[in-house]
Every structure is written in structure tokens, then in C-alpha cells.
């Protein structure tokens, strides 16, 4: 069973930085391809970063690409999204979730997926 849990949102003022984690289980982390979604109030939920299974390609949202970076640590099955230089509407649940077979740009479709864990909450507030 695959389970992914998400950590390390928290409350921080316009202009930090946050490491978010997101921790697997019940799968070979990598062989998977991670991305990170997030959703903010009364908004659809979108992607934010994708990383394929070998760590060699990303896609990323086009507003998020300059400020954001995803990466992964196999051995640890875990991946992580560093966000410098937040903005109030970077303020939202972050998820995490993994496929296998596919495009990092294929995991914009988030009708693949059929569970989702908690999500972790990142606020940007002064």
C-alpha cells in the first residue's frame, strides 16, 4: 500500500523559506516519479513540481520555477520542495504524491490519483 506523508508546512513571514518533506512507504520510492501539489482556499488543486524516478528532470508550475525547487533522496524514500522567497499566495495545504510510468509533465493530470494524504499547511503571513 502506498502511503506518503507530507511535513514540514508552518507559519512564516513574506520573503522565508520552508523545506517541505514527503516521506514513502509501501513502494520502491525509485522507480517513482514525486510531485507536489498544493491548493488554496476556494481554488483547484494544481501542481507545483515534478521529479522523475532518476532525479535528472523536473517540471515545474511557471510561476513557482524561479523560487522553488523540488528534489529527492532515494535512500531515504523521501522527497522535498525548498520554497525561498514565499508570498502570501504561496499560503496553502501542500501535497504530495508519486506515479510510476510517466512524464514529470503527465503529473499535471491529477486525475490520476486516487487517494490523497493530509497535506501539510503552509501559511505566509506577516
Known amino acids: 500500500q502506498v502511503q506518503l506523508v507530507e511535513s514540514g508546512g508552518d507559519l512564516v513571514q513574506p520573503g522565508g523559506s520552508l523545506r517541505l518533506s514527503c516521506a514513502a512507504s509501501g513502494i520502491i520510492f525509485s522507480t517513482y516519479t514525486p510531485a507536489w501539489y498544493r491548493q488554496a482556499p476556494g481554488k483547484q488543486r494544481e501542481l507545483v513540481a515534478a521529479i522523475a524516478s532518476g532525479g535528472g528532470a523536473t517540471a515545474y508550475a511557471a510561476n513557482m520555477k524561479a523560487r522553488f525547487t523540488i528534489s529527492r533522496n532515494n535512500a531515504r524514500d523521501t522527497g522535498y520542495l525548498q520554497m525561498n522567497s514565499l508570498k502570501p499566495e504561496d499560503t496553502a495545504v501542500y501535497f504530495c504524491?508519486?506515479?510510476?510510468?510517466?512524464?514529470?509533465?503527465?503529473?499535471?493530470?491529477?486525475?490520476?490519483?486516487?487517494?490523497w494524504g493530509q497535506g501539510t499547511q503552509v501559511t505566509v503571513s506577516s
Open positions: 504524491n508519486a506515479a510510476r510510468d510517466v512524464l514529470t509533465t503527465d503529473m499535471r493530470d491529477l486525475s490520476r490519483f486516487s487517494s
